[in-house]
């Protein structure tokens, strides 16, 4: 999140060269063992990489293909989630609700539906940057604080988000 009322697009700054290179190792050795690595969803978006993993769903970055071509977030459902109705349930009235919600501090939703094979899926815009949990990280390994102006900052994006 960044101290004005817009999200944040692209990363401020980038891990070290070493870093990104084992990272990217480790993600294209994670692709080339994803079922999904390839694949095109909702006959439009191409699964690239995955970005994160849950109880739920699996999150991927995706390249909308055609005339306008962008990056995507893709939340893929567990086919075994999705067997429970509870969760099928919760994960389609999450996808309404964000989908209603128009606000700077709110990821918007792109698509909804399932793949060829039955699997649940949302498509969102991709936002790129920091997460607060790393910054923070950084900060308390660093030894410095959160600087009270940009906790309050982040605070009321937050509430606008809420109340949005």
């Known amino acids: 999140m960044s101290d004005g009322d817009e999200r944040p697009r ?19 050795r994670s692709a080339e063992q994803d079922p999904w690595f390839g694949r095109i969803v909702g006959g439009r ?25 962008r990056d995507v977030a893709i939340k893929l459902l567990h086919p075994e989630a999705a ?15 964000i989908a209603d919600i128009r606000h700077p501090n709110v990821v918007h939703v792109i698509d909804v539906g399932r793949t060829d094979d039955g699997n649940l ?12 949990h790393h910054e923070l990280r950084d900060l308390v390994r660093s030894g410095q604080v959160f ?15 809420l109340k949005a």
């Open 10 to 28: 692209t990363r401020p700054d980038a891990p070290s060269p070493a870093r990104a290179a084992a990272a990217a190792a480790a993600l294209d």
């Open 45 to 69: 978006f191409q699964i690239c990489e995955p970005l994160g993993q849950g109880g739920m769903a699996v999150v991927y970055r995706a390249q909308e293909q055609g005339f306008i071509r």
């Open 83 to 97: 067997l429970s109705h509870s969760t099928l349930s919760r994960f389609l009235k999450e996808a309404q609700l």
């Open 121 to 132: 899926y949302l498509v969102m815009e991709l936002l790129v940057g920091r997460t607060l």
């Open 147 to 161: 600087p009270w102006e940009r906790a309050a900052g982040i605070g009321l994006q937050i509430c606008a988000a």
